[in-house]
């Protein structure tokens, strides 16, 4: 059993745990995920760490209620517990000196994008930060952002906070000179962003959550194809390089349960309510 | 005056068996195994031959087979399950999924002049009548102060723990999933081996003084050499559980499973039981699935029984090179599998939203024996033909755990990717051991559980010298 120590709701829908987890925790680096199984009906879900404290012995992730077992996890509270969490898993991200950093982070994957943009900080970097919601009140880890970049952009999707949308980084990367670039978002963040990098020859690292079950490299459900090659992000990954991912079959791939997803969701309201 | 010799009755007893047309419906196990009656009259049928018994010579754990087989037919049960213990630690699982008809039975004596003795069906038969009758454990050996890790509970890993805490070490097992069993509870489906039983004697070797930690994968929580400062020896079971591609295009469309995905979804995560529980399966109408394995019988049986209309087997070679076991091909036909002998996909072909809608397949012929002696199949050019598919399953074999050889440094690994061993398993590292299908590839559940077994015995001496010599 892994204890909730901490739970916070950041913004409607999104929410902050810390799990009790001391050897995760002493092992944990940026780029990694924990596999997590919330009872012995549950799936295992990916989720990308956020943090990790060795004194208190937690790690940090944040989740966005957008199916069941989101959900049932949103539905616990500060002492409870779930049955399985399983990590470090995946290869942690690259992290030196490569002078600039564009940070770019959508959603609810700003929060590990924090995680690497600290670490990246504290290693010399110069870091630009930009990061971006659907709507205003929708965007998470601004403060927590801010302390570890150098200049940070907002961006919304529908411009009611910051930039609309992310065609400003056009710009942005016209003027600056950007070593390397790293996006936490989703496929359609990570895809664009990649393609704005890509006449710039910027070095674009994607982060990717396919659909995954063991996440230790079993299954096969995560491959990915790189650069014409089938790659699994569970152990190759779960960082790619941008300009090399196939996101029009990782997209396909993600909704191949839409259907399942949908029915087990309803089943579980249903069960909610009468309960 | 002798008495007059009972006539020797040649036909095995048969065991009874779910009706094929209500068992693909279901995920109960098919063979139900014998009654108490079924049981003492097929271990009457035992010929008893002395030692060394061509049976025990074909056993990779050299269970005294006509010693418990003596005990049924005295209807001693306890006594033949504790007979079997003595060498086997997962008796129940053992009885239902090992390839008795080329081990023990293949040498039995019987067979000359009728059905070998059921070995298998009798060692499941005492195994169930322990678990429901309340297992004894043995009393608890003088410890010896030494620890060992073992990595992965699978039939290696467990079998090796059972041996190690017999001995009056202390075992820590390390397993990454959730649940112990290694394939026992990922890859073999419910309806050959119920999880209850699998959960049963992980619970026997827990009771044995063994802790099984789960969620721990060695290699990201702890390396190899951080459990060698903690343990006095290690063990390594990892497996070959990473699934083989075709490599060919179309492959990662949406609806194409390797088989090691689909298993796990079904087995261990009960996706037959969604939305009960949260793991999802997608089945389609027709589903093929590629390969010739018990893999490939598991996926496709599993696959008729989460509603598919039409399931095929998909098979490059032909009937009589399928390294199936006949039995599971005779139930996979039954259930209504169609068999496609001599043909192998070209490229999977995907619709507007990149889901599998066909397969381009080539017919074969064989050529000449190959490397594994089976004769090699070589397309037939201008036989291309098309298969409308919506689901696939790819069971053509599983390669090696990469992450303890990637992350242990100085362990001597083949071009292959298998740890390399000498004939107890030990590896290139002082105090670490390895065995099962990280060393020999993927094989069985008991060539893996013999390994574990002779890996134990090694651990055992080699601690048992350095506690003596005082180096520790």
């Known amino acids: ?275 | 005056m002798s008495k007059p010799k009972p006539k020797i009755r040649k036909e095995a007893v048969p065991m009874p068996k779910q009706n094929p047309k209500e068992r693909v419906h279901n995920f109960n196990e098919v063979a139900l195994g014998y009654t108490v009656e079924q049981a003492v009259a097929e271990a009457e049928r035992c010929l008893q031959c002395p030692a060394p018994s061509p049976c025990v010579k074909g056993c990779p754990v050299e269970i005294d087979i006509p010693a418990f087989i003596k005990l049924i037919k005295e209807r001693k049960f306890k006594e033949a399950i504790k007979k079997i213990r003595e060498k086997n630690n997962l008796p129940a699982v053992t009885g239902r999924v090992c390839p008795q008809e080329q081990q023990c039975q293949a040498n039995c004596t019987m067979a000359k002049i009728g059905d070998p003795i059921s070995i298998g069906r009798l060692e499941r038969f005492v195994a169930d009548w322990e678990r429901e009758h309340g297992y004894d454990t043995p009393p608890k050996p003088k410890p010896t102060g030494k620890r060992v890790a073992i990595v992965g509970a699978g039939p290696a890993g467990l079998t090796a723990a059972a041996d190690l805490v017999r001995l009056g070490h202390e075992v820590v097992v390390f397993e990454a999933l959730h649940k112990p069993g290694g394939v026992l509870v990922y890859g073999i489906p419910e309806f050959r081996l119920p999880k209850k039983i699998v959960e049963a004697e992980a619970d026997y070797i827990k009771k044995l003084g063994v802790k099984i930690k789960t969620n721990a994968m060695v290699g990201k929580l702890y390396t190899i050499k951080e459990l060698l400062e903690r343990f006095d020896a290690v063990f390594v079971g990892t497996g070959a559980g990473l699934p083989r591609f075709m490599r060919i295009p179309g492959e990662n469309l949406c609806g194409i499973y390797s088989a090691n995905e689909f298993l796990i979804r079904v087995n261990l995560m009960k996706a037959y039981a969604f939305p009960e529980y949260d793991t999802p399966i997608y089945i389609g109408e027709k589903v093929a699935v590629i390969g010739g394995g018990n893999v490939a019988m598991d996926a496709a049986r599993c696959a008729l029984r989460l509603g598919a209309k039409e399931v095929r087997i998909v098979y490059r070679r032909s009937r009589k090179e399928m390294p199936a076991r006949a039995e599971e091909i005779e139930n996979a036909e039954e259930e209504g599998v169609i068999f496609e002998f001599l043909t192998n996909p070209k490229r999977f072909i995907g619709n507007e939203r990149g889901w599998v809608k066909a397969m381009e397949c080539v017919r074969m012929r064989l050529g000449e024996p190959d490397a594994s002696g089976r004769r090699r199949p070589i397309p037939i050019e201008g036989s291309e033909f098309t298969m409308d598919v919506d689901t696939v399953i790819i069971a053509i074999g599983g390669t090696p755990n990469p992450i303890i050889p990637q992350t242990t440094e100085g362990l001597e690994v083949t071009r292959h990717g298998t740890i390399v061993t000498d004939e107890n398993g030990k590896t290139s590292i002082e105090g670490v051991y390895a065995g099962g299908d990280i060393v020999t590839g993927a094989a069985t559940v008991i060539s893996a559980m013999g390994a574990g077994k002779r890996a134990a015995r090694a651990i055992h001496k080699y601690l048992m010298e350095k506690r003596n010599s005082g180096k520790s």
């Open chain 1, 1 to 275: 059993m892994y204890k909730i120590v901490t739970k916070r709701e950041l913004v409607p829908h999104i929410n902050l745990f810390e799990f009790e987890a001391k050897e995760v925790a002493e092992k944990a680096k940026p780029g990694q995920f924990v596999i997590l199984r919330i009872d012995e009906t549950g799936e295992r879900i990916p989720l990308t760490i956020a943090g990790a404290d060795v004194g208190k012995g937690t790690i940090t992730v944040v989740c966005h209620e957008v199916g069941k077992t989101t959900k049932k996890l949103g539905a616990l509270r500060a002492g409870d517990s779930i049955l399985d969490l399983a990590g470090p898993l995946g290869k942690p991200a690259k992290i030196e000196n490569f002078g600039t950093v564009l940070c770019v982070g959508g959603g609810v994957m700003i929060a590990p994008l924090y995680y690497q943009a600290k670490a990246l900080h504290e290693a010399g970097n110069k870091i630009i930060g930009v990061i971006g919601a659907r709507t205003a009140n929708q965007l998470i880890y601004e403060e927590e952002m801010r302390q570890v970049c150098d200049e940070l952009y907002v961006a919304t999707d529908d411009g009611t906070k910051g930039y609309k949308g992310l065609d400003f980084l056009k710009d942005l990367l016209k003027e600056r000179k950007i070593d390397r670039a790293i996006v936490l978002g989703s496929i359609i963040t990570m895809k664009l962003v990649s393609e704005f990098t890509r006449p710039h020859g910027i070095p674009t690292i994607v982060n990717l959550v396919p659909i995954m079950v063991d996440g230790m490299g079993m299954c096969g459900a995560c491959r990915v194809t790189v650069g014409g090659k089938t790659m699994f992000a569970c152990v190759n990954g779960p960082d790619f390089d941008g300009h090399q991912v196939d996101f029009e079959e990782l997209m396909a791939r993600l909704k191949m349960y839409t259907a399942q997803e949908k029915l087990a969701f309803v089943f579980y309201e249903k069960g909610e309510r009468s309960s």
